[in-house]
């Protein structure tokens, strides 16, 4: 039997509750729902994920403001509580929920772990933006049987890499989750992940997996250490490139913000050894970027950047194929 799916006309419904910050609607429709017989699963990850995405769509898009979005975010967040209050104790081991360290945006995560438990897992969720050394002191104080790990960006890998080892090194499993891995999770593995999963429901199936507690993974190739001194004048490169592109002051914080995240995903992509990460980063903040100075701050940047790291031949290759896999403006209008 096919199974049933959440319709299109209970998304509208939810986003238009999104919309108004309408808590009352949201936990109405949501519980609805699960009245209805959908599944914790259904409603979090087919109701409320979606949602998610299609708000950040929007905010990135500059029909919703900063503002609206953290309405809409609030308004899910409890939504989630609601849900969750229906979930009974659990009856398996004990997993460890975290966000990468500098990833404040929890509510993926969130979901990840009320589905988790919905299944019957004891879950610790740890929140947003875990440091690594604190990540594996909790995890020598309570031995879980795998950590589940969120990264949403793919700039942030640097830093999950870093969480990654200390899990490993507690002997802990990390069973990765989250677009910041790739869309097919290839940098999961290649910075010592066990496994990775595009969703809740896929983070159910792999701690259904038969395996040792002490199965971390095969052990991760050794990185290109070409990040490294990127990595140690990250600040300096940020300044750099502000300095250089001026932007009026109205748009001065958003466009720092944006340099930085440029910058990360640089180091990041050559971490991992594959330009594809700059690339689609690249690619998409460019539409951040360029609503705030034109196309031409964009090359500006990347100008800065490659003129700054010339000693670091490796780097600047990555840049240079990162610029030329993105459309120029002409190209788009035809």
Do not use: K
Request: proline share 6%; net charge negative.
């Amino acid at each position: 039997m096919t199974p049933r799916r959440i319709g299109p006309e209970a998304l509208a419904a939810y986003l238009d509750h999104l919309d108004a910050a309408d808590r009352a609607g949201a936990v109405e429709l949501a519980c609805s729902l699960l009245a209805d017989g959908f599944s914790i699963a259904d409603v979090l990850v087919d109701l409320v994920a979606v949602a998610q995405r299609e708000i950040g769509r929007r905010w990135l898009a500059g029909s919703w403001s900063v503002a609206q979005e953290h309405a809409a975010t609030h308004v899910s967040e409890q939504v989630v509580d609601a849900v969750s209050a229906t979930i009974g104790p659990p009856r398996r081991g004990h997993v460890v929920m975290a966000c990468v360290e500098g990833e404040w945006h929890a509510l993926a995560a969130r979901i990840v772990t009320e589905v988790v438990r919905a299944a019957g897992w004891r879950v610790t969720f740890l929140g947003a933006s875990v440091p690594a050394r604190h990540l594996v002191t909790y995890l020598h104080q309570t031995g879980p049987d795998a950590v589940l790990l969120s990264c949403v960006q793919p700039n942030r890998l640097v830093r999950a890499a870093r969480m990654v080892g200390a899990s490993r090194a507690a002997g802990v499993p990390v069973l990765a989750g989250g677009p910041g891995f790739g869309a097919d999770g290839r940098w999961a593995t290649t910075i010592g992940a066990a496994a990775w999963g595009a969703s809740a429901r896929d983070a159910v199936a792999l701690l259904d997996r038969p395996r040792s507690a002490a199965h971390t993974g095969a052990p991760p190739p050794p990185p290109d250490d070409s990040y490294v001194p990127v990595l140690y004048r990250r600040r300096e490169l940020v300044r750099l490139a502000l300095s250089t592109v001026d932007p009026p002051p109205e748009t001065a914080e958003d466009v720092a913000a944006g340099i930085a995240h440029l910058v990360d995903a640089l180091i990041a992509a050559v971490r991992v050894d594959d330009d594809r990460l700059l690339r689609d980063f690249v690619e998409w903040q460019e539409e951040a970027l360029t609503s705030r100075g034109g196309r031409a701050l964009l090359d500006e940047v990347l100008d800065t950047l490659e003129r700054a790291l010339t000693e670091h031949p490796r780097v600047v290759a990555r840049l240079r194929a990162a610029r030329e896999g993105v459309p120029d403006d002409s190209a788009r209008a035809d």
